[in-house]
């Protein structure tokens, strides 16, 4: 017996079903039921999961201005750090952007994705959002017809079936909304060919600024979290798992390629998590099948150099509200019809930059045939010069650093 022809399902319905309460499903969320649509929010993980979970820090002007256009800006302003320089550490000194005052650019806020993730949440459920943790989705079916329809997993194990008008797949990159997309879907995949070892550590920043360490012994990275808490990369070699070294030699790691005997001492502190992250990167095309939309993660996933991931999310989440409500409040579809388009072009331009970033980072890619080459590095070398010397050079760095 399939799922659809279950008779135990229980069947419940809304105009529209949101999978997934990230950053994407939760500003979705919000603004339809701002605009007075039937919305609920299916969510895989717990309440305690989804609010603890770290991952961005940095959000762009754009993404503040989005949020305070729907009064979900209180938090962010409220506790959130304002940054707008990044120094670039080399072999031949170092060097700082104060990209928030350069050309079209403008200050990052710097604000833990759960204290984001949580303030949405609590504003969703104060006015009374519908939400169902623990609740898998499995499969989004039918989405090519006038009536699509989730299947679910409840907390006690029992086979739901949501139906809708319309499904917003914001559930991530390992989503059920990627696993039911039609065989005319494709997904471009590029792998970066670098690993990092993301580190968060109960340590105050080290520097007043992002710090990008390029080093003949790998990248290294420090971006501020909070007062007590910073966040540090090492270039990683794949494979290796993240607890292969002792804290001392990570943290003795990070002084060598921040080069802290130059340019002033690391702050240690315990490794609160350590995670592996392969940079890859995907899109999907198109981002609409039939009432099926995918938004966030769910439609692009960016390697982390360059911190965009969220910022689309939230864009590509405002934009599908706006689609959506005029659809279900007036009938006008256009804005559903230009939906993936528009995307599309906020999502390649990020996907060009990430790889720029990267590019500009790392050590030649794990397997590339140049791997410690010469000439990789010469280009490093001369790209980092650049940046440091062309004023016309900062400002497109500037525009493309905090731009969505
Ligand atoms: P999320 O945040 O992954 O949320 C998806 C939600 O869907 C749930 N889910 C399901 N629910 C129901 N049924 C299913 N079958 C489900 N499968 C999954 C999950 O439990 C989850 O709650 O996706 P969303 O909303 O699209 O948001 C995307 C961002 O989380 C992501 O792009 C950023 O974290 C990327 N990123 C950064 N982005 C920035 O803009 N600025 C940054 O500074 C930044 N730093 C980062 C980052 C990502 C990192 N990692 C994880 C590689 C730093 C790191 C280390």
Redesign the pocket.
Known sequence: MTESQNPCALRESADVIV????????VLGNLLHAAGIDCVL????SRT??QT?A??????PD?GRILDRHGLADGLHRRGLRHGTCEFRTEDGRFRLDYGSLGQGGQHHVYP?QNL?TDLLTHYLDRGGRIRFQ????AVRDADGTRPYVT?REPDGRPTRWSARYVAG???????ARRSLPPGAVRHHHDHGVT?L?LLAEAPPSLDAVGYAVHDRGFAGH?ARTADVT?Y?LQWQRGIPADAWPEQRIWDELDVRMRAADHGPLHRGTLRER?I?DLTCDVIEPLRHGSLFL?????S??A?AA???????VLEAEILAGALTDALTRGDTAGLDRYSDQCLAHIWRAQEFTGWMTRLLHTAPDGDQDAGSFFHAALRRSRLASLRTSRIHQEWFAENYVGV
């Open positions: 999978l997934g309460a990230g950053p994407a499903g939760l299916l969510e895989r993980a999961h989804v979970r991952r961005a820090g940095f959000l762009a993404t994705q993730v609740t898998e989705a499995l679910t914001c559930d991530g990159r390992h989503g059920a990092w993301g971006m966040r990369y995670g992250f938004a966030g993660d769910a439609a996933l960016l982390p911190a965009k991931g969220a910022n689309l999310a």
